[in-house]
């Protein structure tokens, strides 16, 4: 099937040549013409290939200015929106209390007496329970953990005289760590209460304005029949949202908080001294290198996010592109065993990644059967290694990029093979008749085809890459040591990624907590701006219709 | 790749053939004709040569393992497959002489508790995002997507000090890590929110004529149509906490009885030490774990495909 190729690219690279040539002429022109650089349907058509490519890159960084304009009229817009919610509600809440009646009233200081005194029983209980519970949970903790956010605590533990023991003990006084997790619940509690507040007013304005059209309020098996119908909703999301709520919003709430703190987290049971406090960008400096003196930090980010991007790059594209082939050639017409095939590969997926990357790792190690085979046939000398601390940086993130071609080929052969059997057969077939080869039939309908479909897919996994612990960690640990950059906190490998760096960090014997949670928002920030510029460039975006 | 190495060759021979095609006179009709299929079968012929390879490839390692968790005349890595004496010695060691079936039980509870949990947990999200229409529902799928973009590794020490103050870590982490891999599980509802996007919305249309209530949809409408999908999530689900280990290792902390299998068998290999003791013994737990997983998914490929196909579409 290759056969064709290298004939027919000839021709067309002559074309090629042959419109280059004759295109310049009115490029110059049209950008004359318009004072920018921006074409017309017909002048862009004129254009060669590697003209069209650089006026796209060109449209690109021109485009740029635009965005970030853009971006601040959105977030004005946000704002300005935020700004009059905020203003509406608070005229509304003002206005109801102006116009409505006695029970109204009351329920702004008594949450559900409106809705107990119109009868609506289950709602007023609910209401009121909720108030008892808020200023309960206020009086007795939340108040205190509240008080303690601005400084994290004060008084670490200490040594303090027991009469009942008649023996000095250790006494724990503030711990800086629950006044920051509790603080923040607390705060979320405090949200949650302003909300329920704001909707009990709703409902006293509402069912007076029900009561007075005559009818009558939902009685309270009405209220819990809604829970299963038009309110369904709610019921089902109350489970996962609270999970997420608790386990993922709150968390990373923290976290960002403690960066900006020197929370160090002992890993272990408790830190001796339980106090740790604000100290604003401070981590931010370090890492980044702004004011202070110390570079280790900032020599070492450099390095690993250079290396974290060309990793999610190659190991995002080349499993792309080489998982595209094995499917196209496996689905190839006149091939037998598709499934065996399929079967074979699909096999690596269910088999656990602890299991065949550990084993892999032990296999490419210093006393492996790999390099032993490899030192028997004298292809490399005694002191060859893999992952080893001699070894050499681009041999070891040469391996690691091809193993994980060996783990992420069959995701994307399935993935593949799913779309490409969706491509109208019509398609190839009009192509052939019109002379088309297999590389043009593959540049000019599978390619596209299939970065239309799968550009999110591409997006997700580029940034699941930069992410990706478990290949780096189980496969070289990070290794090779990198001795330039090995001075921050603990070491450093030419294969560590962002986030086993972090990992080190959080875990390693003088564990830097509050840098790691740094790296954290930075990688954040890296994944949500690379994922607004790929999803500004991704076709599914611009031709939506194309494909349909 | 292999393949572009081989096209040289091959193109002196055949290529006068296709770039005459357009315009070959009747009579040479057969020798084109010759041409076409000598060169697929040739084309063929490499591309079983690359899958022949790559398979080879692929099983190499597994192939290893097993023929290395039968290896008895030494428990240290070494440069030579074939075992010189064959034997279960490595299994019954596992099972005996280590916390091995302890960390599979702890294993299987979680997977089975949280594939079960979390499955109910994806639906509904799932369901709710894709068909019902309510306020702050953009909203909500937005505030996930940004949520996704931080690295969860971080929230790992957070949920340790939680889960320490409520008790559930070190030999007691079974509840604990049941308890954080469905919490957040919400938010991988991509794959199935895909699934029921495909569903036809005349379907809920018509049952809600019918006096259906929005609860009586799901349950009596959509869920039976939903196999492939409960099944998809169900497997993945029931896979990632059988093969979970960073957090993992986190919760039970060092304590044996509190372990899962990766952990424990991670623990195996550790330092040069354990390697030099446990290596064979690694290869056997390795094998019993990835027995069971493999044949469940095998026997449910068919639904995972379709799981993943459909999510790599839909993004």
């Not at chain 1, 269910?350 to 492996?368: E, H, K, T, W």
């Not at chain 2, 308890?179 to 199935?192: D, E, H, W």
Request: glycine residues 8%; hydrophobic residues 45%.
């Amino acid at each position: 099937m290759q056969v064709e190729d290298e004939k027919e690219k000839q021709p067309e690279s002559v074309v090629e040549e042959a419109e280059t040539t004759s295109a310049p002429t009115p490029a110059p022109i049209a950008v004359e013409k318009h004072s920018r650089l921006e074409y017309s349907d017909l002048e862009y058509l004129k254009l060669s290939k590697w003209q069209r490519f650089l006026y796209h890159i060109a449209r690109f960084f021109l485009g740029i200015p635009a965005w970030f304009k853009n971006a601040g009229i959105a977030i004005w817009h946000f704002l300005k929106k935020c700004g009059l919610g905020v203003w509406h509600e608070i005229k509304d809440i003002g206005l109801t209390f102006v116009h409505g009646d006695w029970k109204t009233k009351i329920s702004y200081g008594v949450m559900g007496f409106g809705s107990l005194a119109r009868g609506q029983i289950l709602r007023g209980i609910l209401f009121l329970s909720f108030e008892v519970i808020f200023i309960v949970y206020m009086v007795f903790w939340g108040g205190y953990w509240l008080s303690m956010l601005p400084s994290l605590g004060k008084l670490g533990p200490a040594e303090e005289y027991n009469e009942e023991l008649d023996t000095y003990i250790t006494v724990y006084h503030d711990n800086s760590f629950k006044i920051l997790l509790y603080g923040i619940l607390t705060l979320f509690f405090i949200v949650a209460f302003i909300y329920t507040w704001r909707l009990n007013i709703k409902q006293n304005k509402i069912s007076e304005e029900i009561l007075a059209t005559g009818k009558k309020l939902k009685s309270g098996k009405q209220d819990l029949r809604s829970l299963v119908d038009d309110e369904f909703h709610k019921t089902l999301l109350a489970l996962p949202v609270t999970g997420i709520l608790v386990f993922t919003v709150m968390p990373i709430l923290f976290m960002i908080l403690v960066a900006f703190t020197n929370y160090s987290g002992a890993t272990n049971n408790g830190y001796t001294n339980n106090l740790f406090s604000w100290v604003g960008w401070n981590n931010f400096n370090t890492l980044l290198n702004w004011k202070s003196g110390n570079t280790a930090y900032s020599a070492a980010f450099g390095e690993i996010l250079g290396w974290t991007l060309m990793w999610a790059f190659f190991a995002t594209f080349s499993n792309y592109f080489l998982g595209m082939l094995v499917a196209i050639m496996i689905n190839k017409k006149g091939i037998h065993f598709k499934k065996v095939w399929r079967t074979i590969l699909v096999l690596t997926i269910a088999i656990p990644q602890f299991i065949s990357l550990l084993y892999v790792s032990r296999m490419f190690a210093d006393n492996g059967i790999i390099i032993a085979r490899l030192q028997q046939w004298h292809w490399v000398g005694d002191n060859f290694s893999f992952f080893g601390d001699k070894a050499n940086p681009w041999v070891s993130r040469l391996m690691v990029i091809l193993i994980n071609i060996w783990i992420g080929i069959p995701y994307l052969m399935l993935i593949a093979t799913g779309i490409l059997m969706n491509i109208p057969e019509d398609l190839y077939e009009s192509a052939r008749i019109d002379g088309a080869n297999v590389w043009q039939q593959y540049t000019k309908i599978t390619l596209p085809y299939m970065l239309f479909v799968t550009g999110p897919y591409l997006l997700t996994s580029f940034i699941g890459n930069m992410n990706n612990f478990n290949v780096i960690y189980l496969l070289t640990g990070g290794g090779p040591t990198n001795g330039a950059v090995s001075a921050a906190s603990g070491s450093v490998g030419y294969t560590d990624l962002l986030i086993t760096w972090l990992y080190k960090i959080t875990m390693g014997a003088n564990s830097e907590y509050y840098m790691a949670s740094v790296i954290g928002i930075l990688v954040f920030v890296v994944s949500a701006v690379l994922s607004m510029i790929v999803y500004n460039f991704m076709p599914s975006n611009k031709h939506e219709e194309d494909y349909q | 790749m292999e393949e572009t190495k081989v096209t040289p060759t091959e193109s002196v021979e055949t290529t006068p053939v296709t770039n005459d095609m357009a315009f070959t006179p009747a009579p040479f009709k057969d020798k084109k004709h010759m041409g076409l299929k000598r060169k697929r079968v040739i084309g063929n012929v490499i591309i079983y040569i690359i899958l022949v390879v790559m398979s080879i490839i692929w099983l190499f390692p597994f192939v290893c393992i097993v023929l290395q968790s039968f290896r008895c005349e030494s428990t240290q890595p070494v440069g030579y497959i074939i075992p010189q004496k064959w034997g279960f010695d490595n299994y019954v060691n596992l099972f005996t002489k280590t916390n091995f079936p302890k960390w599979l039980t702890n294993t299987l509870i979680i997977s089975v508790v949280t594939a079960l949990v979390q499955t109910v947990i994806v639906l509904c999200m799932s369901y709710t995002l894709s068909r019902l229409r309510f306020k702050g529902r953009k909203f909500l799928m937005n505030f996930m997507l940004v949520l996704g973009m931080f690295p969860g590794m971080l929230t790992m020490i957070i949920l340790y000090r939680v889960l320490a103050d409520l008790g559930m870590t070190q030999a007691n982490s079974i509840p604990g890590l049941i308890l954080v891999y469905v919490a957040s599980s919400g938010m991988g509802y991509y794959i199935s929110k895909g699934f029921f996007d495909t569903l036809p919305k005349s379907l809920d249309e018509a049952a809600r004529v019918d006096g259906a209530t929005n609860a009586q949809v799901l349950t009596k409408v959509i869920l039976p149509l939903s196999k492939p999908i409960v099944i998809y999530t169900l497997l993945t689900a029931f896979m990632g906490p059988w093969g979970d280990f960073v957090f993992a290792r986190y919760v039970s902390f060092g304590t044996s009885s509190g372990m899962n299998v990766a952990v424990g068998l991670q623990d195996f290999l550790s330092t040069a030490g354990n390697t030099f003791k446990n290596y064979t013994m690694f290869c056997a737990g390795g094998v019993v774990v990835a027995v069971p997983i493999t044949i469940l998914f095998m026997l449910l490929q068919k639904y995972y495909v379709e799981g993943v196909t459909g999510g790599a579409v839909k993004g």
